[in-house]
């Protein structure tokens, strides 16, 4: 008779680190995000000094930077960024207030539902750009106007989630309340708001994009004044790619920091949520 | 005679069902007494109407014909309140105040709704979790927050939809015993909707057995078990004898009119 072997599965050895590698370990994730950005720039400036990409075309960081130096010191800069940001603020702010409470009487009261459903087919699925010569035509070629482009960009966005986040409240939480006897409008408080939340937390990234894109538009449409203003003289000067890309470089902040506010505002309402990412013991 | 606490006469639930002009007889002429302070098990397979009638008490539903008589609650509070299923926390509210929300329905201020909840959450055995969050529970707790939300609003029928159904075996057994401990702290009439007969059996004065298609009463059996009982009482021969009985009763359905008689 032989004698039966075994494999031995054992434990996992747990080596012992050194602290900059188990910095590392921790912060990884934030270093590649660093690491993947700051190599792209490098990557752009190195490629447009030994002159591999033409810097007349395509700038370069160093003279992106360098114009921007420039441009801060100017009134009109101070100016367009004045204007972009009261189209953009007041846009996106008149949008989501009438869109979140319109949004919850059209999801929650199925009358207004289905009168309201072919507007808002057909309202979306229109291209807001062919709008920007109507709007100038009632509007003027103002902030008005393009704060109406915005607004039209926006409302959108966060109009349909919102619609959607009230059909799909649980009717399990509908009957507890009306078990108790809760009336509409705590119904409303207490289990449509919190439930549609994270809908239009998802409309609101949308809207980042699109509310930008919106003041772009309306900017290049108009030229009067305003960042977008700013981007397209910029096609004028000598420095043209370098200014034209300090622009693109403001929109980009801009989208971002739209982002991480929505990102903010998001753990915020959602820390009822059990954490996904739990840290490995 | 123990005053009643609700009387159910001829109460059937039809539906149409959708597309086609069948109906569907979901309960068909149920008629039944519950005395005040007992505890009451409807028992049967799924289909039956169980959870449907307990609806209809509770005014979620209305029955297509028939009517049932609840016993005003004092000081206009409610006459009964519901424990639902799963266990149905809004999960963005703390224990406190999910337990405090049917308070808060009744018009109770959230501050006041919140103190009165406390004692309830001691009660069901979760101080100490006011302020965590539904996720942060096991099914056995969140069942035990369900059940102080319906005590909260001191209701003199407590209306319970097998609420420990999507529990584990021990998790579930220990809530039987529990829920009996409560009970006899808390004094209500108890109408709870399951389908497990020892379950029924360990918790009830009177099982009250229906089958489906069409949903109807056929038994109603007096459990004489004495009380308190204790979880062991379930290993004793009587208690097997209620059991073999009952199934016997659901494997043979005898009509209506004989089986009423039953107790």
């Known amino acids: ?281 | 005679m123990a005053e009643l606490a609700l009387t159910a006469r001829g109460v059937q639930m039809e539906y149409r069902e959708r597309h086609t002009t069948d109906r569907l007889l979901a309960i068909e002429n149920v008629d039944l007494d519950v005395e005040e302070g007992s505890f009451v098990s409807l028992l049967g397979p799924s289909g039956c109407g169980k959870s449907t009638f307990l609806k209809i008490v509770n005014g979620l539903l209305l029955a297509t014909a028939g009517e049932i008589k609840v016993r005003r609650a004092a000081a206009n509070g409610p006459e009964n309140a519901m424990v639902f299923q799963d266990a149905a926390l809004f999960p963005w509210y703390s224990v406190i105040d999910n337990v405090a929300y049917g308070l808060i329905c009744g018009g109770v201020p959230r501050g006041e709704a919140r103190r009165r909840a406390g004692p309830y959450i001691e009660l069901v055995g979760l101080k100490g979790f006011a302020e965590k969050y539904p996720y942060q529970l096991s099914g056995g707790m969140q069942q035990r927050a369900n059940l102080a939300r319906a005590l909260a609003v001191d209701p003199p029928i407590l209306l319970m939809d097998e609420p420990f159904a999507a529990l584990d075996a021990q998790t579930r057994e220990l809530m039987q015993a529990e829920l009996l401990r409560i009970w006899n702290a808390a004094r209500k009439t108890v109408l709870f909707v399951t389908h497990q007969i020892d379950e029924a059996v360990y918790l009830s004065d009177r099982v009250v057995v229906m089958a489906a298609r069409p949903g109807r009463i056929i038994a109603d059996v007096r459990i004489g078990l004495p009380r308190p009982r204790k979880l062991e009482v379930k290993r004793t021969p009587e208690f097997a004898a209620y059991e073999d009985r009952i199934w016997g009763l659901i494997q043979h359905p005898r009509p209506t009119s004989v089986a009423a008689t039953t107790a």
Do not use: C
């Open chain 1, 1 to 281: 008779m032989t004698a039966a072997t075994y494999r031995v599965i054992s434990a996992r050895v747990r080596h012992q680190r050194d602290p900059l590698h188990r910095w590392y370990r921790r912060n990884e994730p934030t270093v590649l995000r660093v690491a993947g950005v700051v190599a792209f720039f490098v990557l752009w400036q190195v490629t447009s000094d030994v002159g591999m990409i033409d810097k007349f075309l395509f700038s370069s960081p160093r003279d992106i930077l360098v114009a921007g130096a420039h441009e801060v010191t100017l009134p009109r800069f101070w100016n367009d960024v004045r204007v972009s940001g009261v189209e953009l603020g007041a846009g996106t702010l008149i949008s989501v207030v009438i869109a979140v409470p319109l949004g919850i009487a059209i999801g929650w009261y199925r009358r207004v539902s289905l009168a309201a459903d072919p507007w808002l087919n057909f309202t979306n699925a229109l291209p807001r750009a062919a709008l920007v010569p109507l709007a100038v035509m009632w509007a003027g070629l103002g902030m008005e106007m393009k704060t109406l482009i915005v607004f039209l960009g926006g409302f959108f966005s966060v109009l349909l989630p919102t619609v959607d986040g009230v059909r799909t409240v649980e009717r399990q939480f509908v009957d507890v309340a009306r078990s108790f006897r809760g009336s509409d409008l705590l119904i409303l408080r207490s289990i449509v708001l919190p439930g549609v939340v994270p809908f239009i937390v998802s409309g609101l990234r949308i809207l980042v994009g699109r509310v930008l894109a919106g003041v772009i538009i309306a900017e290049f449409y108009a030229i009067t004044e305003g960042l977008g203003v700013m981007i397209y003289r910029a096609a004028n000067s000598a420095d043209q790619a370098d200014r034209m890309f300090f622009g693109i470089l403001i929109f980009t902040l801009l989208g971002i920091v739209g982002y991480e506010a929505v990102g903010v505002l998001d753990r915020y309402f959602q820390r009822w949520r059990p954490a996904l990412d739990t840290e490995e013991a």
